[in-house]
């Protein structure tokens, strides 16, 4: 019942989510480009009757996403025919990558992406930072970049990491702070679609599985801002250390999952981008430093100690569970990563 109240599940919620699903499949197995757009507005069109709720700040963010996907269908309509009539390639590829930026919040378009995340519900936070990633991105990596465009895609994903990473920096509210922090794995992801395809898909479900449970757990324990932990009841505090772990994890913190797909982007890339890959690392220790600071105010404000957390915990029984989920993910994120030492 929890999960249903977490994403609104009704009839309706099942049709449109169908309609987006159906529209990432067509991207990922569409053999020309006009089936790759028409799949790109069934997911988009999926997305926002998803993202619309109850209250004026849920319909304002799902109105502000409508208007830049719209801008980004138009950009990469413009793009396609480019390409499909024999136009200039280069003008072709301009509108279509632009198109792409638009859609997923990159640089310049990336200022949307806050602002929308930090007005939507949880579900529609994870909605905007992952799902809606996977058509665009699946695209960028099958769509064969040319070598002119990877340096204009490089300097998108390394400008796109450093905002997110200074923007979060003394933000309150963590909806507008896992906005600024999904800009940062936009970038990594970015960088990650000139590699192999598995790379990018590895990094995508990897964060896509953390960022997940980090805003369920948020959710769950009713925490919008730092104030909350001021006011949060004793009996939900386990949660806390779990939710910690999942913030650290997002940074890329060794040794856990989230550090994991990092390691396989430096793998395949770091000789050709050493440099953008070395900002981007950079960025992520700004990430990190706010996550940290999260941390720090909660456990200053909340003034618990961990008698109390383990005392709650073993009341409610959230304790085990929590860590059994958090241990299953730590161990499979190290066998992930000695099995690809191993291979490589």
């Not at 200039?88 to 279509?96: E, K, Q």
């Not at 003394?170 to 970038?187: D, F, K, N, P, T």
């Not at 757990?217 to 505090?237: A, E, G, P, Q, T």
């Not at 994991?260 to 950079?282: C, N």
Request: net charge neutral.
């Amino acid at each position: 019942m929890v999960i249903f109240s977490f994403c609104r599940l009704s009839p309706a919620f099942v049709m449109f989510a169908s309609l987006s699903v159906f529209g990432v499949l067509m991207v990922l197995f569409s053999g020309g480009v006009l089936g790759v757009w028409v799949g790109l507005e069934c997911s988009f069109m999926g997305v926002v009757c998803m993202l619309s709720g109850d209250s004026v700040e849920e319909n304002e963010s799902c109105m502000k996403y409508f208007v830049f996907q719209s801008i980004g269908s138009m950009l990469m309509i413009v793009g396609f025919m480019f390409l499909i009539e024999g136009g200039p390639l280069a003008m072709g590829w301009f509108f279509l990558f632009f198109g792409l930026c638009a859609k997923m919040g990159l640089f310049p378009f990336h200022y949307w992406v806050p602002s929308v995340m930090g007005g939507c519900s949880w579900f529609g936070c994870f909605i905007v930072s992952v799902w809606q990633k996977v058509g665009p991105m699946c695209f960028l990596a099958n769509c064969g970049i040319s070598f002119e465009l990877s340096y204009v895609m490089e300097v998108v994903a390394v400008v796109t990491g450093l905002l997110g990473g200074v923007g979060g920096i003394g933000l309150l509210y963590y909806r507008a702070l896992l906005g600024y922090s999904s800009l940062v794995h936009s970038g990594w992801m970015v960088m990650a679609a000139m590699a192999p395809f598995g790379v990018m898909v590895t990094y995508l479900v990897v964060y896509s599985v953390v960022s997940g449970t980090l805003m369920y757990r948020l959710f769950l324990s009713k925490l919008m801002c730092f104030v909350d932990f001021c006011n949060i009841s004793h009996h939900r505090v386990s949660s806390l250390y779990l939710i910690f772990m999942d913030f650290v994890s997002l940074a890329g913190l060794p040794p856990l999952p989230g550090f994991v797909p990092k390691v396989v982007v430096l793998s395949f890339l770091w000789p050709v981008f050493s440099l953008s890959l070395g900002m981007l690392i950079g960025a992520s220790l700004l990430s990190l430093y706010y996550y940290l600071t999260a941390a720090t105010v909660a456990a200053v404000g909340s003034g618990i100690n961990s008698y109390m957390v383990l005392n709650a915990a073993k009341k409610t029984g959230d304790f085990e569970l929590g860590w059994v989920w958090n241990g299953s993910l730590l161990l499979g994120g190290l066998a992930f990563l000695w099995a690809y030492i191993v291979v490589a």
